[in-house]
């Protein structure tokens, strides 16, 4: 005899199947079992994909990943008591991002609840202003289940969490819900018989129509995109004939207006101080510029309301649009083609692409000198070229040599950020953890369009390599040509979330490889400026973290394969060899 709480768990779990979830993330645990052995019948019969997690912490985050991917929210089954707290990280950046997620915590029934009783805490509301909707659904008593009950609070809790309600209309930002389900004894049974499959996917809520802004007569228009801005920046951007400052994690980090070096540009009055009009999509995070110039007397600043539950507004007056289309003024003056708008465009772009061109000059003749001063060589080359006398041979041999040194020189923060972003293409995936590193490859890449993900919710460092499992996973089921996924981590972003590299007996393996920057500690906090007056024994301790964990032992007690990569050669070898399954690539990094 089927007990009620497995009927109830069969039946909630079939439901939110229907109305579209394809993924179910899950820790082990008693109160939660019934709807474990459930999720387990259901994916045996192919009606969906089961992740398993010992730690709730890594399956929060794994689904944030799968949803982040897919778009489709992702089921996360937790047991009750401390269970469901862990999931809070992960919970917070679903929210700041708009990742729709449904969190299916099982509890005590209210008759065990307020008495001191055995894990049992107030679970609904736990995750308080990060989750807007939450259902407690008292324990199911013996009896018929109410299953028409049961799948419209499905597909009330998958609508809500794409932002609409049950009608179809747009009534909140995306993100994460919380069904919280008590369970009386007996917990489960062992009979598990699945109802039948009525698949009816609920859709997202239709989009807004776009508010109309003109184009400057004079050009005087900047178009940021911040993270998860998407492409329809880089659209507006050629619309408007202005210029495009894109974020690596942005989407929109391609096409002919793209500016790079967009950081000194922004501080110079020629070009940042000319800026009379900001068009914001996204959540930028990686400078300091982008919210000074949008917090500056005479900057008109129109926000286009990204997924995340706040709109990015630093000056508290921007105008806040669902979405926005460039139109003609009504006098017909101001067109994205006329000269000066190209001119405008121009400016930007090439005075960009020169800088960033400057910049990486500048780093391999540093690190020429640093060699030449090591080796004791002078210049390579000089006497010849003073006397005339090279021949095409020698010269021949002269810059083999320079490309065999440029290959054995070691890897530079910014070496290793383009080397990443030289070999991943659009099957790929890139993800970036919240470090360093990602500045770096934010201030050191050009222009490519290619698929970039980061938690740049709340930026936090937890998470990172369980999200890009999620990612991973994934793309990689649902297309047959989806390439390797790369994420791009420092060490203490790798062992902050060092428990997500347990993939369990039966899990599935992702080509994943984590590109660990090592510099033994948090080297981020270097640029702090208290760095500067501080003690450094105390910056030391106290924000740097030093640690000597070795990585290789670390990489075989979890199952997975190491590879070191010290010089440039080797870094692009490791890139792009073929693993069985999952890698960890250290790099090691200077301070």
Not at 52 to 71: N, P, Q
Not at 428 to 448: C, F, H, N, T, W
Request: glycine share 10%; aromatic share 4%; no cysteine.
């Amino acid at each position: 005899m089927t007990s009620p709480s497995t009927e109830y768990a069969l039946s909630l779990l079939g439901a939110l199947v229907d109305a579209g979830v394809r993924d179910v993330v899950l820790s082990p645990g008693s109160r939660s079992q019934a709807l474990a052995l459930a999720a387990a019948e259901f994916e045996g019969a192919g009606r969906l994909t089961l992740h398993v997690r010992i730690d709730e912490r890594s399956g929060g985050f794994l689904a944030l990943g799968l949803s982040a991917e897919t778009g489709v929210p992702t089921v996360v089954v937790t047991t009750s008591g401390t269970a469901v707290a862990n999931l809070h990280p992960a919970v917070l950046e679903a929210h700041h991002s708009g990742v729709p997620m449904i969190v299916l915590s099982a509890d005590r029934p209210v008759e065990m609840r307020g008495i001191g009783s055995n894990q049992t805490t107030v679970q609904p509301g736990l995750f308080a202003a990060a989750v807007g909707w939450v259902r407690d659904v008292e324990a199911p008593r013996r009896g018929p289940v109410d299953h028409d009950a049961v799948r419209a609070l499905a597909r009330d809790a998958v609508a809500e969490t794409l932002g609409g309600d049950s009608h179809g209309a747009l009534a909140r930002s995306r993100g994460p819900v919380q069904v919280n389900v008590a369970f009386r004894e007996p917990l489960s049974s062992g009979e598990q018989a699945l109802p039948p499959a009525r698949p009816e996917a609920v859709r997202p809520p239709p989009a807004t129509a776009p508010t109309p802004f003109e184009i400057d007569v004079e050009p005087a228009t900047l178009v940021v995109a911040g993270h998860a801005a998407g492409p329809e920046a880089e659209a507006l951007a050629r619309a408007f004939g202005a210029p495009l400052v894109a974020e690596a994690s942005s989407g929109a980090r391609f096409g002919p207006h793209l500016v790079s070096s967009y950081r000194a540009l922004l501080d110079d009055a020629d070009f940042g101080g000319r800026v009379r009009r900001v068009v914001v999509f996204g959540h930028p995070t990686l400078s300091r510029q982008v919210p000074a110039l949008l917090t500056r007397d005479g900057v008109e600043v129109v926000v286009v309301r990204a997924a995340g539950a706040e709109a990015y507004d630093p000056s508290r007056s921007a105008r806040v649009v669902e979405a926005v289309e460039a139109t003609r003024a009504s006098s017909g003056a101001g067109s994205a083609d006329d000269p000066a708008h190209r001119a405008w465009v121009g400016r930007w772009v090439h005075t960009g692409r020169r800088l960033l061109e400057a910049e990486a000059e500048a780093e391999a003749e540093g690190e020429a000198e640093v060699e030449r001063g090591l080796d004791g060589r002078g210049e390579p080359g000089t006497d010849d070229d003073a006397a005339g006398e090279r021949t095409e041979a020698a010269e021949r041999a002269e810059f083999l040599r320079r490309e065999v040194q440029l290959l054995r020189r070691p890897v530079t923060r910014r070496a290793l950020a383009d080397a990443l972003w030289r070999v991943s293409w659009p099957h790929d995936r890139l993800v970036l953890g919240a470090s360093r590193l990602i500045r770096e490859l934010d201030q050191a890449v050009p222009g490519k369009k290619i698929p970039v993900h980061a938690n740049r919710g709340l930026a936090g460092i937890d998470g990172t390599v369980a999200t890009a499992t999620g990612i991973a996973l994934a793309s990689q089921r649902d297309d047959p040509a989806a390439g390797t996924t790369r994420v791009l981590v420092g060490d203490l972003t790798l062992l902050h979330d060092v428990g997500s590299l347990l993939l369990g007996r039966g899990e599935t393996r992702p080509r994943l490889q984590v590109v660990v920057g090592n510099d033994g500690g948090g080297t981020i906090f270097d640029g702090l400026e208290v760095a500067a007056t501080a003690s450094a024994e105390a910056m030391t301790r106290v924000q740097f973290t030093p640690h000597d964990v070795d990585l290789p032992s670390l990489a075989r007690a979890y199952g997975w394969q190491h590879v070191e990569a010290a010089t440039r050669a080797e870094l692009d070898q490791a890139l792009v060899a073929r693993y069985e399954g999952p890698v960890l690539i250290e790099v090691p990094l200077a301070r």
